[in-house]
């Protein structure tokens, strides 16, 4: 019933203390559009067309001076345009500009915020692979997973030894769109194998934090080796513009993993693991 008598949904919590937002899920599948701090679901949601946002998704540790700040803003928005854009009908008293974004608001979000999306995507990437995984490993008496398990019980016992040791960038200050930037990499891997492990360079857009927000990874090629010391090198390719950084990490990998962060396990050229 709340969901049937509402206009505008406004949902103003603490960024990034949003759980996830079903209500607003909810509301926005019956054609009720958001006024929302850009967090939880709507941070991945909003549009533009499809609804209002509360601020432009910073987090800052004041939390008495945003609330100060986002108070304003959605007054600002009710005023400015909500009001606006609610009041203003047609000859045949219809609001066309909020019903157009209410079809918007419904056709951008219906198909992605859904049970029937969820379960599709469990389904697809998550149970079938496990499925094959598993009868894969539990063939020949499980002999392959026999073989995996002796695999990562060595890396577990020798990954301390895995370190990135240098990086080289160029001189460079700045990364030209859409040009390769090239990098360098030494590191030790001590008893381990370069297939063993995948050396990676991690880049994207950083906020105001200097945490990289819009990952992305790219795989390094082992060059040479100095015993256990091995040389890596790559590029890889900035498409946005703004503030980036990079960094560089390292992974176990095994073809028989189901994933590289199945051990979690993990080396930063920080030297965090």
Same mark, same amino acid.
Request: charged share 30%; hydrophobic share 45%; net charge negative.
């Given at each position: 019933m709340m969901v049937k008598g509402c206009d505008i949904w406004l949902n103003n919590p603490i960024r990034p203390l949003e759980a996830s937002g079903t209500s607003g899920m909810k509301a926005a599948l019956n054609g009720t559009l958001n006024l929302s701090i850009l967090d939880g679901?709507?941070?991945e949601a909003y549009k533009g067309n499809n609804g209002f946002a509360i601020g432009i998704g910073d987090e800052h540790e004041n939390t008495e001076e945003v609330e100060l700040v986002e108070s304003d803003m959605i007054y600002d928005l @009710? &005023?400015?345009?909500i009001a606006p854009m609610f009041y203003n009908r047609s000859q045949t008293k219809v609001p066309e500009e909020w019903v157009n974004m209410m079809k918007s608001c419904i056709e951008t979000n219906a198909p992605t915020f859904s049970t029937s999306r969820m379960v599709?995507?469990?389904t697809v990437n998550a149970y079938i692979p496990a499925l094959c995984k598993y009868k894969e490993l539990s063939e020949?008496?499980? &002999?392959k997973a026999k073989q995996l398990q002796i695999w990562k019980d060595k890396v577990r016992s020798e990954w301390h030894n895995v370190q990135v040791l240098n990086v080289e960038f160029g001189n460079k200050e700045t990364i030209d769109m859409k040009e390769p930037a090239n990098i360098k990499a030494t590191v030790k891997l001590g008893?381990?194998?370069p297939e063993d492990v995948q050396v990676q360079v991690y880049y994207g857009l950083i906020d105001h934090n200097d945490n990289i927000i819009t990952p992305?990874?790219?795989e390094l090629n082992m060059i040479r080796q100095e015993g256990d010391i091995y040389h890596y090198e790559g590029n890889f390719t900035l498409y946005e513009s703004g503030v980036q950084g990079f960094t560089l990490r390292i992974l176990p990998v095994h073809k028989l993993l189901s994933s590289s962060t199945? @051990?979690? @396990?993990?080396t930063w050229a920080s030297g965090k693991e």
């Open positions: 679901w709507w941070d @009710l &005023e400015t345009i599709k995507e469990y020949a008496a499980g &002999e008893s381990m194998k992305a990874t790219k199945d @051990l979690f @396990l993990c």
